[in-house]
């Protein structure tokens, strides 16, 4: 306990912390929360299996640094205030330990939840601009067999990935990985507004027209070779909330 706790106080954990806290802040005021469910979970850096999650009751909102709990993989809480809630061992555990992910963001926010309610499951990335940029790096996983209850809930959709960053949980919801909190964050927000475009462009009932699936790569390597954009986004948060 005495090790975790100063682990927990250390600057770079603070650090962690912070940004942890800021995504949750974001992902609220942009309409990508649901009451008090779902997690937000970043490992910590010395592959202690170790990681910092939202805390059960709060909506995320009203998360600061300071609210944010340490746990290892059995759920159990390692330092912080607050409890944590099972099923977030489920899905973000089996995702850190068998993806090998440092940032698992799980939300079901509704323009992506309403894309996995589709044959196809997940978003069509040949469609918008804000599409490409996920071409080739979104999965799905259709076998949905209720609440994640057990380990093997969260094992079958860390399989379902693929080695993607992304997969659509088929009559659920959506999960986001990346090496780092920025990145993942920006992934996040963009997945939503594309999977927006791609829900209002099927609501006119006409036909739609995608690109080849060259011009989609080629979208997606070009966004990916320069992230500036990702953390001046993320940099831009933390001066406004
Ligand atoms: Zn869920």
Redesign the pocket.
Known sequence: MQISEETYYSEAVTHLRENLALALRAASKHGLAEGV??HFSLELPDQSGRFLLNPRGLLWEEVFADDVVLINENGDVLAGKHPVEPTAMFINSAIHRICKKVCVL?T?MPNATALSLTKYGKLDTKLSQSAMRFHGRVSADTKYSGLALDVSEGERIARAMNGRDIVFLGN??VVVCADRMDYAYDDLYYLERACELEVLARSTGQELVGVSEDLAQKVSDETLQDRLQSELFFKALRRTM
């Open positions: 469910c779902n799980h079901h659920h919801g």
